[in-house]
């Protein structure tokens, strides 16, 4: 008896250690992006004379066309059992992400390297996010997510805070943005450096004549299903974070102190992320993410009506808790009700829908602000968090 403690106790510890190797991962990996991510619409609008509309088609292409991969990278990663493989090549685009920015003259080429980066993430995340669950206990899913998402968003605040120093010091010319683009590169060649110690889970599989993809789908748990048709309704809505810092632009930030309104959300979805976690694991997925939903529509009707610097600070404080409320749960949720061996393709079909979305949800976004007001694409996205949030709340049967 004492032994098989003992032996559970050992499988914990590797996988904790595993979920944080990943986390870690994520997070040099996110550094490098946030160094560049909140300087792109300003890099755009102030260098190459991009409008909203632009910025917004730039963004949802970028999003769209990569997350069509990711429902491809989890049914690979379930088919093959190559998880750590896929998810390294992932990683990589975002060298050739930060090369492509270096070298870019005009939005067309910033679009280039925009959908480069959303390529990589594509291809990454759902194997990531098995190898997280995989190293997870069952009954403390939401608690290993809260973990990487921690690291995760941490890495975030770290890159934000690491952009908002450099372009203090360098200036916000062209030659700085490229300074901070060329530097950017050094913390994905340490996440890179990292997958030597993922330890990845591999499985003995019978060989079976597989279904076709679609009879699998059709068999899925209804909870699942819904949840994937509420997610992509709620998107529609959710546009590219862009516009937050547009947003912040509009109302008398600068180009730095904007950057340092974003890593505040970071660094408070990072502080956050674990709480909410394990909160999911106490209450149920649900009640969180709806919970989530709310939040967000308090925030981007906030961001609709907001005239105040002081509660522009607020607006971006409650933005990161509505991510430490939903990023993690949501994958703990679709992770614990997806067939174990459509796992990875459940993750990434969330991920690809999501994706899908953004395009129109950014386009739409840009229309409204031009064509009716700053406030417009706010409030249309708090419509639909609401909208989404009832029916979560009605339809969704507690899991």
Known sequence: MNEEIEQKKSSLSKGTKNIIILGLISCFADISSEMVYPLIPIYLTAVFGATPVLVGLIEGIAESIASLLKVFSGYISDRFQHKKAIAFAGYSTGLLYKIALIFAGSWGGILTARVIDRFGKGIRTAPRDVMVSESADKDNMGSAFGIHKMLDMAGSAIGILAAFLLVRTLGSDTGGYQTVFALSIIPIVIALMLFFFVKEKKEKREVVER???????????????????????????????????????????????????????????????????????????????????????????????????????????????????TAGAERAFIAEIAPKQ??????????????????????????????????????????????????????????
């Open 211 to 325: 279904e076709h993809f679609w009879n699998n789908i059709s068999k899925l748990d209804g909870r699942l299903k819904l949840y994937l048709v509420i997610a992509f309704l709620f998107t529609l809505g959710n546009s590219s974070n862009s516009f937050l810092l547009l947003r912040a632009y509009d109302i008398g930030f600068d180009s730095s102190t904007t950057i340092l309104l974003y890593f505040i959300y970071n660094v408070t979805a990072s502080v956050l992320a674990i709480p909410c976690g394990r909160i999911s694991d106490k209450i149920g997925r649900k009640r969180l993410l709806v919970g989530g939903y709310i939040t967000f529509s308090v925030v981007y009707f906030g961001f609709a009506f907001c005239s105040s610097k002081g509660v522009m600070v607020l607006i971006f404080v409650i933005y990161g808790i509505y991510t430490a409320m």
């Open 342 to 399: 459509l796992k990875g393709t459940m993750l990434g079909l969330h991920s690809t829908l999501v994706g899908i979305a953004l395009l129109p949800a950014s386009l739409i976004a840009g229309l409204l602000w031009d064509g009716i007001g700053v406030f417009a694409p706010f409030v249309f996205g708090g419509m639909l968090s609401l909208i989404s949030a009832v029916l979560l709340a009605i339809k969704l049967r507690e899991s």
